[in-house]
């Protein structure tokens, strides 16, 4: 089975720019969240998605945003970049049925510079 | 709140030595506790979890036990080796008063095995 993978890898924006990341979960998972790893922050938890609906919201100003499609494909944007949104973001996605280990994708790294 | 507290690291070690990285928690409920890894330019891998009191999570030499009175999960290794650097991540689950499966992680720590 593929793992989760995320697009692009890696990233370069200006401040003010916007931007979506992609993310697409394991084959037959429906669940997709998405965390911020930061130098300073550590990694905070942004939002998951389950069958196209935001079940769980983390505390990030409304700059950030998500969807989920119909296949469980998963976006998240970015508006108004700042510096500090310079970070790695990673996609998790696991089946949705109970307790479930979460499966991380590779991340994509974002620079605003 | 939950949270999760963890070791300083970095941790620094010969290959062949014993590994204990100290974990601790903070919830409401009885968590689900988990320890990821991550190698440099890489996502977070599952290492190992566990679910209730008293479980063992296992994995590739790596251990640790759900203990509810000390509120800890410590990750141990009897035998490290080179490849096992890398930064490790406590972190939990708490379902308590509504269905979530947001994980909160501990700030990492940094294994740093020696040949």
């Known amino acids: 089975k593929a793992g989760v993978t995320q697009t692009p890898r890696y990233l370069i924006k200006t401040r003010g720019q916007q931007v979506t990341l992609s993310c697409s979960p394991i084959?037959?998972?429906?669940?997709v969240s998405w965390y911020q790893q930061t130098p300073g922050q550590g990694l905070q938890f942004l939002f998951e998605?389950?069958?196209?609906?935001?079940?769980n919201k983390g505390n990030f100003p409304g700059r950030f945003s998500g969807r989920q499609f119909s296949n469980s494909r998963s976006e998240m944007n970015v508006s108004t970049l700042e510096l500090g949104d310079s970070a790695l973001y990673l996609c998790?996605?696991?089946?949705?049925?109970?307790?479930?280990?979460?499966?991380f994708g590779p991340g994509t790294r974002l620079t605003v510079l | 709140g939950n949270s999760v507290t963890q070791m300083e690291g970095p941790v620094t070690l010969s290959e062949e030595a014993f590994l204990t990285i100290n974990c601790t928690y903070t919830?409401?409920?009885?968590?689900?506790l988990f320890w990821y890894v991550q190698y440099p330019g890489e996502g977070l891998q599952l290492l190992l979890k566990?679910?209730?009191?008293?479980d063992k999570g296992s994995n590739k030499g790596f251990e640790a036990t759900y203990r509810k009175e000390t509120t800890s999960f410590h990750l141990e290794k009897g035998s490290v080796q080179v490849s096992d650097s890398a930064v490790y991540f406590c972190?939990?689950?708490?379902?308590?008063?509504?269905?979530?499966?947001?994980?909160?992680f501990g700030t990492g720590t940094l294994l740093a095995v020696q040949p």
């Open positions: 998790a996605s696991r089946s949705g049925t109970g307790y479930n280990e979460q499966f």
């Open positions: 084959s037959g998972h429906r669940s």
């Open positions: 998605y389950f069958s196209e609906t935001q079940r």
């Open positions: 919830a409401t409920g009885y968590p689900s």
């Open positions: 566990a679910t209730k009191a008293d």
């Open positions: 972190a939990l689950i708490s379902n308590y008063g509504g269905a979530t499966n947001k994980l909160i």
